[in-house]
Every structure is written in C-alpha cells, then in structure tokens.
C-alpha cells in the first residue's frame, strides 16, 4: 500500500492546520501519524484503528490534535490546533495489518509497514 501525506505549511503558534493521508488501497486495520523534528527521533502523535475508529494520542498532545478517518476514500486526517512551536517536525503516516494491538505496539514506529514520505509543518513562534 502507498501513502500519500499532505497538508503540511507553516502556521503561527496557536493556529490550525489539517493533515491528510491518502492510502492507495484498503490493506491495513491501522494507521498513525509520528513526527520529526530535526535532531531528534521519530516519535508517536496519534493513531486510528480503521474498522471502529478509535483513536490514541500522545500524551503531548494535551488534547490538540483530532485524528479521524474517511473509509470510504481510504484516508486519515489529522486536525491540529493550538499549534505550538514545539510542534514543528516533518509528520509522517503510517499504517500496518494486524487484529491484534495494544497502546504499547500502536505507539512504536516498529510497528509499522508501511509509511509514506513527510510532510513539513513549520510553527513560527
């Protein structure tokens, strides 16, 4: 399956900006969004299990961010606001095949088949 991430710009810390992911085909149960910030490692944001839509955060997210899903485009989204500039980071999606999850394996980028290429989200302070 191809992922194609899109959305990313630059924004003002405290605005708004919506992510998507398109998926080339319906080969996974879930999907996630990680991000990078230059230095540092690939962490986890938010994550969906596509058949009943429930959603993981991160703790950092504090309640921000609003992942969602679009079944029959094959696509995730990811509404970010109260953007802060600690939240600048190349975001990526994600998804993989498994029944079988828990908060730990959602969480872990190892967990993951299949990822698309970044999207760059720029927060000016």
Partial sequence: VQLQASGGGLVQTGGS???????????FTHMGWFRQAPGKEREFVAA??????????????????????DNSKNTMYLLMS???????AVYYCAAYNSPFTSVSLIRRPSTYN?????????VSS
Avoid: H, N, Q
């Fill in 17 to 27: 900006l919506t992510l998507s992911c398109a998926a080339s085909e319906r080969t």
């Fill in 48 to 69: 969906i299990s596509w058949d009943y839509g429930r959603p993981y955060y991160a703790d950092s997210i504090e309640g921000r961010f609003t992942i969602s899903r």
């Fill in 82 to 88: 109260g953007l802060k500039f600690e939240d600048t």
């Fill in 114 to 122: 299949y990822w698309g290429r970044g999207t760059l989200v720029t």
